[in-house]
């Protein structure tokens, strides 16, 4: 495996391990993310994670102690930081999709953070659902295929709803969904409490590495 920061994978297995700073001199963080490039979208660090990661460092006070969920984790970069933040993390993504969750086990490892790793579909109504009580719910590039959307609320709505006064942050590109993102809002009984440039906070040198019109929303059950 080859050992990157940044750069192009091995080519004998797609495979590289990229490096991600978080801080300045006084008290760094990385993090070490596994990425495997023959895979599909769930193994590779998109500009979403690599936002929402950030903002997780920035808001570090918040999520000291936390009980945090990351909704489709792949690679899992926010939910690492909030681990390290000392948060109690529990990362998600889809139940059928075994590399991915075991690629998750490994970043735990090679971060020396002990967080859970659970198969959670969304929309699919079992225990790994149900014993779940974040304080914060985590999302990187989630609402990305239309047709998950419905499902996705529907979890994240439950979410909320379980733990009075959590909150759903997630990054997305500012697509073409947007009315059907408000509709599904409406319909799960949710509303938006923040809305942000996805840029607007990122340290010059990061925002540079970046392209795409993403945007940060914190988002709250009605009450």
């Not at 994670?49 to 936390?66: C, D, H, N, T």
């Amino acid at each position: 495996m080859e050992t990157t920061k940044g750069g192009g994978a091995a080519k004998s297995d797609m495979k590289k391990v990229s490096q991600h700073e978080f801080g300045g001199e006084d008290a760094p963080l990385s993090i070490s993310i596994i990425e495997n490039m023959k895979e599909e979208y769930g193994l590779f660090v998109w500009p979403c994670s690599v936002i929402l990661a950030e903002y997780v460092w920035q808001q570090r006070r918040r999520f000291s102690g936390a009980r945090v969920v990351e909704l489709g984790a792949g690679t899992s970069l926010p939910g690492l930081v909030a681990a390290k933040l000392g948060s109690h993390v529990t990362l998600t993504d889809d139940a059928n999709r075994p590399e991915v969750l075991d690629n998750m086990g490994r970043v735990c490892e090679l971060n020396g953070v002990d967080c859970k790793v659970v198969g959670l579909t969304w929309g699919v109504w079992d225990s790994s659902v149900f014993d779940l009580e974040p304080k914060f719910i985590l999302g990187a590039d989630v609402l990305y295929e239309t047709t998950a959307f419905n499902d996705l609320f529907a979890t994240v709505a439950y979410l909320l709803q379980n733990s009075p006064g959590s909150v759903f942050i997630t990054t997305y590109h500012n697509r073409s969904g947007h009315h059907l993102i408000e509709l599904l809002m409406a319909k799960w009984r949710l509303k938006c409490s923040k809305l942000l440039d996805g840029f607007s906070f990122m340290p010059p040198h990061k925002a540079s590495a970046l392209s795409g019109n993403i945007q940060l929303a914190e988002i709250v059950a009605l009450d």
